[in-house]
Antibody, heavy 120, light 108 residues
Framework: QVQLQESGPGLVKPSQTLSLTCTVS??????????WTWIRQSAGKGLEWIGRFYTTGSTSYNPTLKSRVTISIDRSKNQFSLKMPSVTAADTAIYYCARAVGGGGIFQHWGQGTLVTVSS | DIQMTQSPSSLSASVGDRVTITCRASQSISTYLNWYQQKPGKAPKFLIYAASNLESGVPSRFSGSGSGTDFTLTISSLQPEDFATYYC??????????FGGGTKVEIK
């Protein structure tokens, strides 16, 4: 059974870069037809799909965040990461990593989530 | 962008009640519609895909229906562990995905 675990700073200052890592166990980020995905949840915007990395190496991002987000994979550590520069208070949210199927749009397995607060 | 609207935003029900939640898409999405359950402090849990297909291990009291723009999630006999918030989500295209605003099912 695949398990995902988010890690990273819980507090980020405005204008700095948010960096999170998702460690995967019970599966390989390099194999299968899976989409390694980031989703966030905030009081203001609800659940919001951020983007994904496919095992072939392709990425896709939410158009509203595309210019600000990078998702990458570290195959040696079986992890994938999210980087979002120039954060504002509006980026305060619970960030989830997930494994998706069905063209990347069916979020079968989720991490427990990590709260990131943007504040000085 | 496809917008997903759920109704009601909350409801109160008793154990044993039949509960129906509605999700409407701003354009036709065929049956590219999924449902999730979220309990406080937990990640969403995947319940139903392609509008009506139960994920493995999901109790049969849950069912989904609909196509095009109108969809429903039904819990045939509400159980204590079913009190949670439910979200619909479309995956009509592969470029971006949208969730509904959620329906909170509370104890009457």
């Amino acid at each position: 059974q695949v398990q995902l675990q988010e890690s990273g700073p819980g507090l980020v200052k405005p204008s700095q870069t948010l960096s999170l890592t998702c460690t995967v166990s019970g599966d390989s980020v390099s194999s299968g037809s899976f989409y390694w995905t980031w989703i966030r949840q905030s009081a203001g915007k609800g659940l919001e799909w951020i983007g994904r990395f496919y095992t072939t190496g392709s990425t896709s991002y939410n158009p509203t965040l595309k210019s600000r987000v990078t998702i990458s994979i570290d195959r040696s550590k079986n992890q994938f990461s999210l980087k979002m520069p120039s954060v504002t208070a509006a980026d305060t949210a619970i960030y989830y990593c997930a494994r998706a199927v069905g063209g990347g749009g069916i979020f079968q397995h989720w991490g427990q989530g990590t709260l990131v607060t943007v504040s000085s | 962008d496809i917008q997903m609207t759920q109704s009601p935003s909350s409801l109160s029900a008793s154990v044993g009640d039949r509960v129906t939640i509605t999700c409407r898409a701003s354009q036709s999405i065929s049956t590219y519609l999924n449902w999730y359950q979220q309990k406080p402090g937990k990640a969403p849990k995947f319940l139903i895909y392609a509008a009506s297909n139960l994920e493995s291990g999901v109790p049969s009291r849950f069912s989904g229906s609909g196509s095009g723009t109108d969809f429903t999630l039904t819990i045939s006999s509400l159980q204590p562990e079913d009190f949670a918030t439910y979200y619909c989500q479309e995956n009509y295209n592969t470029l971006s995905f949208t969730f509904g605003g959620g329906t909170k099912v509370e104890i009457k």
